[in-house]
Structures are given as C-alpha cells and as structure tokens.
C-alpha cells in the first residue's frame, strides 16, 4: 500500500461551504474526533476538522437488526451474514476551517467548497504542525454550528494536534492563552475547555 | 554591546500629561517590576525614554476575583498568566531618545506626546541610558548609578555650575559625601575654581564618616589644586592639616553690611542695625572698635542723644558687637588681607577651602562666609564688567559652596544679602552658589525656584519635600520617589543639568579603590593622577 492509501479515509457525499459530509470506505473505520482532514478543491485544499461519525443502513427505510445472539464474535456474526456490510455505511462531517492555496495556509473559509466526490485524508505529521502555527481557526470552531458541545469538540482537537508538536505542553498552553484571550469575558467556558486538556 | 532587552508589553492607554498604561505581557513578571525603573517605548515615529511610576493587577473576568481558579493547577495558572489575569505598569515618558529628527539631531528631547496605541515597551539598557545621561568624559562626571541599576550616571559639569544649585536631605543622609564627590568633580571637570565655606572641617582635609573612620577630602587627593585657608590655627595643627594660610578679620574690616545679616543669630533689634550705620557715618572704619569701647560716660549718653539712639537699643548694639570680638579670629589689626589672599588663589587656578575648626558658631559662619563673599563678588563683578567692555579677562568661574543655607536664604533676608543676589542672577559675573541644606522650607521660595538643579536625599517633613519639588512638572509622582529614597546614600537628582529626574545611588566614596577611581577617570589633569599616586 502506498502512502497516499493509509491516509485515505473517505469522499465527499456532501459539500457545503462551511463543511462536509464524507463516507469511509470502510465500514466504522473513521478519522478521529477532532482529527484534521484535508480534501481537494481546484488549486487548493480544504481542511476540515471531523466532528460528527455516524453507521447506519443505506436504505433510510431499512433500520439495521440485531443479528449476533447465537455468534461466539463479532467478526463470526459478519461471516455468517456477509451481505450485511454491504447494506451499511459510515459517515463522518468534517466543519471548514481553512484551507491552503499557493503553499500559504488561510485560516478562514476557501472561497469554493470542495467539489462531491473529492477524496478526504487524514493530514499528515507535517501539515498538523504548519496548520497549528496559528491558532485564528479557534475562533471559526467556537462560533460554528455543531451538535456536541463546543467546548467538547475544541479540547478534541488540541489533544489531538498536541500529540505531533515537539514542545505539548507549550502548545496547549499557547492555545489556552489564545483562548483566553477570545473566551476573555466568560471565564466559565475557558475554564471547561482547560480542564478537558491538561495533564 | 548589551543585549537589546526582550519587550515587556504594550503601550494601552494614556494621556501626555498622566503617562502611559502599559499592560504587561504574559511571560513578564508583574514582580520583576520596580516603581522608578527606566523603560523605552518603541513608538510609530519616535522612541521614548520614561520612568515607571506604579505597578498594577488586573483582570479581564471578575470572575476570576470572585471565584478564584484552582491556584493548585499550574497549568490553568500558567494559561490565565497575562491573559485572563495581568500585570500592568503605569509609566511617564520624559524624552525622546531618537527617531525623530530634533533628537537625531540635539539628543533626547522632552515629550510633547504620548507613543501610540500598542507600542513595544523595554526595559531601558545601557546604550539607551548613555544616550540620555551621557557617557564619561571630559565634561560628565559619573556621580553614581541610577537605583537598582549598573549604568553610570553621568553629570555635566560645566553645565551645572551655570546656576546656582542645591543639596538637600536630612542630616545624615549623605549631603556632606555628595558635595565632596561632586565638589572633587568640578576640580578636574568643570572649568571652575570652587571656594567651600567648611563649616565642619569636613571637605579640606580629613573628614569623618558615621563609623569614625576617617575620610581623605580633597587636599589629600588633589594636593596641587586645593589649598586650605583656616580660622582656627590650633584646631588644624592638632588635626595634622596641611594649611596654606590662617585667615584673620581686622575691626576696621567688618562692614554694617555685613552685620545686617547677622540681625538674626544676635538678636539685633530694627534699631539696633540702623544704629550701626549712623555709628559708620560717625566713625567711618574704625566704628566697630569704637562703638564697642563706647563706655557709660556722659559723653557717649551726649552721643546717643544726638544721634537720637536709645539706651535699650545701644545695649542691645554692643552685646552683639561684643559676641563678635570674643571671635579668636577678628582683630584689631591683621597682617595680610584674606579677602586678597582667597583671591589670590582663586586666580590661580587653586580651590579655596576654608576650614572652621572649633568655630561651627553659626555667627562665626554667617560673618566670615558673608563678609568674604561680598567682598570676593564685588572684584568678580568689576572684572567681568571690565572685561565686557574689552579691558582684561573675565575671571575663572567661582563656585561659592555654604551650608545651613537657610540662615543666609531665608525669606526674611534673601532680599539683602549678597548670596540672594548671587543666586538670582545666574552667573552673570561668573559666581554661582552650591548650598547645602538640612532645611529646605526655611529657603525662600523664589531663590529656590532659580536654583538650577537639585539634589535631594530623603526629607523627613512634609513641607521640606514640597519646597524642594516646587515647580517642578511631575511633582506627584517625583514626591513619591522622593519619600521612598532609603535613610542613606540615595538621592534624587533633577532640573537644569541633568535631561530628567533620576533617583540615583551617589558614588561610594572613602575606600581606598574609590579615591583611586576619581583618578581614574577621564580627566585632562596629569597632575591629578600624580597626586594620586604620590598618596598611594
Ligand atoms: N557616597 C557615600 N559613600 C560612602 N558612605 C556614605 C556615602 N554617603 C553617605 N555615607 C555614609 O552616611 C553617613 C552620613 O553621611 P553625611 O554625608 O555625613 O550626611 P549629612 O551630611 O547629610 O549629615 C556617612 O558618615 C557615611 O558613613
Ligand atoms: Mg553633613
């Protein structure tokens, strides 16, 4: 498998300017929460930080059953009933957060959604660490509209960057300040998203 | 070259006449800042040169202050640190110390304005300081080094003695070591010939410090440029000086002049001092011993009434006459002239100390310090106007040193005496004052207001601080520098000669490397050097 393989993990299904909706190619196998990926756009890259994964049937008709009680294991159960993974799919949506064009990274919304079908990966080391240069995207998370908690999903993804940066600590203290610095009037929430990234 | 200083934090609000806020950036530490440190400020256009005057908490949150953060968590401390939680600096700009182009130019400027929104705020360093205060030379004296700091800070002397100017503190706070630093300063660097009236005998030769170590004054370390005059002959053998002349008062020397200014010390009524010049007009220069001897005879009753004199006053005249003729010093006849002989000196190039001994009378002092003064003033005064019409040369510049100033200062006879005058004009006939002064508040205020720089060491009493400070801009902020100077060897320097106010720690002075550094300095003096080394 070549590199560009591992880092595959789904296509655009649905596009939107401030976000998408990509499905895995295989079934449960999804970025992480708070993870960045990234997808093509003509001349540019749109990054995308994952927030929601969702497996259900492809038919919105048809609710997957329970099948499994007489199986010793789950990968029994899909042995037994091979046709099943072909009824399901998994999804993830990514919300916007930049996107890069002629090598300079933007942290604010491209000005083209990315195209359907285009294909999503998972960002590697390298381009973790130049995007998380700036922490501006902060800002785009905590006004944006999601179903989990802001707070939530925003120490998800510092935990999540902070795992490739040479210096963790001083990363995730540099975006506590930023935060802080955003958050400034609302000690309350600050206080909720540093308790779900320290130490 | 130093290491430019990291930036402390940002310029935030302010306003030319109450100075900056500065807000402090997070990995500066509110306590790292002390009340009276320098700062630059990295305005748009200019840089600016300023003090800090207060240091401040603040929060973005109340929050914060009312449901204080687990202070366990070093991580959540360390965020809110210059964010949520911060220091911030009350600072005043003095100057401008480059970038445009009058301070390019002419050096550091006073400010006119305030550095804009977000400027860049350091904490001052060497080079800046040099820049503003100036480095060693032929000119600057180093006097000490600004609180808490390494740098020197450096004093142009020339351009000091240009006024007349004042040392002030509370006794025991160092005036006496500031004066003989700065009185070694002007021998070798300002151009001037000094006559120290020594009330203490304290500047010649050895004077004393609080341990009863004794000192070295400058005779001692200058040899070929300090003579000392002495009042008390006895008193200098004893103490092993090496005098150059004993200074004696004839009667026929002592001028009505002269005694108005002693109306206080003797308890002189009105009448008593305008009887003193109907005696001159009676008995032209011999009236002192005259009128003394005046016995109770019927012909000085006769005298009296003719000059309509009353008996209480005459009594009152003599008694004070007579505290005078019990001076060791004045005589009736004496052989050389002191007032010629300080001269003399003074011509020469020499400084004139002259020494007290037993005689710290403050009667004794105001007489001689007065009456040589006038005296000494007047030649000044006839050769500088000869020398303006183009006959001859003005004479060297002469720098009158007195302490208890306020006995010669005070409201009440500023007006009159030669040393109000003096320190009113300016060097006009090239004489200015250095007073020494325990008491500042007894000075009149307008002579104080014409002194040119001060230099005040702690003031204990509310009034004295005020009355050093008057007219100064900044007074609020400088009164409580001022307050905050420790009982010993601190001052704070301000006016004419120096760009801005500086609390300062003067020059450690009695050791053995300290009288060699005044050799060492910059200087154009090979003589002085010898002195030295010939000492050592
Ligand atoms: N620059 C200095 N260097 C060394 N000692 C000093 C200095 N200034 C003051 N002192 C110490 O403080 C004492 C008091 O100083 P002094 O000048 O006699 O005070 P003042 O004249 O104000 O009464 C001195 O005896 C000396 O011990
Ligand atoms: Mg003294």
Redesign the interface.
């Known amino acids: 498998m070549d590199t560009e393989e591992i880092q595959r993990v789904g296509e655009v299904i649905r596009s939107a300017t401030s976000g998408f909706t990509a499905q895995c190619y295989e079934l449960d196998r999804f970025p992480h929460l708070g993870g960045l990926v990234k997808t093509k756009n003509i001349g540019a890259q749109i990054y995308g930080i994952v927030f929601n994964a969702t497996t259900g049937g492809i038919d919105p008709g048809r609710k997957p059953l329970a099948r499994g009680k007489d199986e010793v294991s789950e990968e029994a159960l899909y042995k037994s009933s091979p046709q099943i993974s072909k009824l399901l799919k998994s999804e993830f949506e990514a919300l916007v957060v930049g996107y890069k064009e002629d090598n300079k990274v933007f942290q604010y919304l491209p000005p083209q959604p990315a195209p359907i079908h285009s294909f999503v990966y998972l960002c590697p080391t390298q381009e973790v660490i130049e995007f998380s240069r700036s922490f501006e995207f902060l800002y785009t998370l905590l006004n944006s509209a999601v179903t989990l908690p802001h707070e939530e999903l925003i120490a998800a993804v510092l935990r999540n960057m902070s795992l490739v940066q040479e210096d963790k600590h001083a990363f995730?203290?540099s975006a506590?300040?930023h935060?802080?610095?955003i958050l400034?009037?609302?000690?309350?929430r600050?206080?909720t998203i540093?308790?779900r990234i320290?130490? | 070259m130093t290491a430019e200083n990291k930036r402390m934090g940002i310029v935030v609000s302010g306003s030319s006449n109450k100075g900056v806020e500065v807000r402090l950036d997070a990995d500066t530490s509110v306590e790292d800042m002390v009340v009276g440190r320098y700062v630059t400020i990295e305005g748009q256009k200019r840089r600016f040169f300023g003090m800090i005057t207060e240091v401040l908490l603040g929060v973005t949150d109340l929050n914060l202050t009312q449901t204080p953060p687990d202070t366990n968590d070093p991580f959540i401390a360390e965020v809110l640190a210059g964010t949520g939680t911060f220091g911030t600096l009350q600072v005043m700009p003095y100057l401008t110390i480059g970038g445009d182009i009058d301070s390019a130019v002419e050096g550091p400027q006073p400010v006119k304005t305030v550095p804009s929104h977000y400027s860049a705020v350091k904490l001052a360093d060497d080079r800046d300081i040099e820049l503003v205060f100036g480095k060693e030379d032929k000119e600057r004296f180093w006097i000490g080094n600004p609180l808490d700091m390494e740098t020197k800070l450096c004093l142009n002397l020339p351009e000091l003695v240009k006024r007349s100017n004042g040392i002030f503190g509370k006794s025991g706070t160092g005036k006496t070591f500031l004066t003989r630093m700065l009185l070694i300063g002007m021998l070798q660097k300002s151009a001037c010939v000094n006559l120290v009236f020594d009330m203490h005998s304290e500047y010649g030769w050895a004077g004393t410090s609080e341990k009863g170590r004794s000192v070295k004054a400058l005779k001692q370390l200058f040899p070929s440029k300090v003579a000392v005059f002495t009042l008390d002959e006895e008193n200098s053998r004893n103490r092993g000086v090496s005098t150059d002349f004993v200074v004696k008062i004839g009667y026929n020397e002592i001028e009505p002049e002269d005694m108005s200014l002693l109306r206080q010390t003797l308890n002189l009524t009105d009448a008593a001092v305008e009887a003193i010049y109907q005696m001159r007009r009676k008995f032209g220069n011999e009236w002192f011993i005259r009128t003394s001897e005046l016995d109770d005879s019927e012909e000085t009753k006769k005298l009296l009434n003719r000059l309509n004199i009353h008996e209480s006053t005459f009594q009152n005249l003599q008694r004070g006459l007579n505290t005078i003729k019990r001076l060791p010093f004045i005589q009736q006849k004496t052989e050389q002239n002191a007032v010629h002989r300080v001269i003399e000196y003074l011509n020469r190039g020499m400084n004139v100390v002259l020494e007290f001994g037993r005689y710290t009378d403050i009667t004794a002092y105001i007489l001689v310090a007065n009456l040589l003064t006038r005296r000494i003033y007047s030649q000044y005064r006839d050769k500088t106007e000869k020398a303006m019409s183009g006959a001859g040369e003005s004479p060297v510049p002469l720098v009158i040193t007195i302490e208890e100033a306020h006995k010669f200062l005070n409201h009440d006879i500023a007006e009159k005496t030669i040393f109000g005058t003096i320190a009113r004009e300016m060097r006009k006939y090239n004489v200015t004052l250095l007073v020494i002064d325990q008491r500042p508040s007894g000075i009149d205020e307008e002579i104080m207001s014409q002194m040119g720089t001060k230099i005040s060491c702690l003031l204990d009493n509310e009034r004295d601080m005020d009355s050093v400070l008057s007219g100064v801009s900044g007074k609020s902020e400088l009164k409580s520098v001022l307050a905050k100077l420790s009982a010993k060897q601190q001052a704070l320097i301000f006016g004419h000669a120096v760009p801005m106010p500086v609390a300062f720690q003067p020059r450690e002075y009695g050791s053995a490397e300290s009288y060699k550094s005044f050799s060492d300095t910059v200087n154009d003096s090979e003589q002085a050097k010898k002195d030295i080394e010939d000492l050592w």
């Open positions: 995730l203290v506590g300040k935060l802080a610095t400034s009037g609302d000690f309350n600050l206080r540093l308790e320290r130490q």
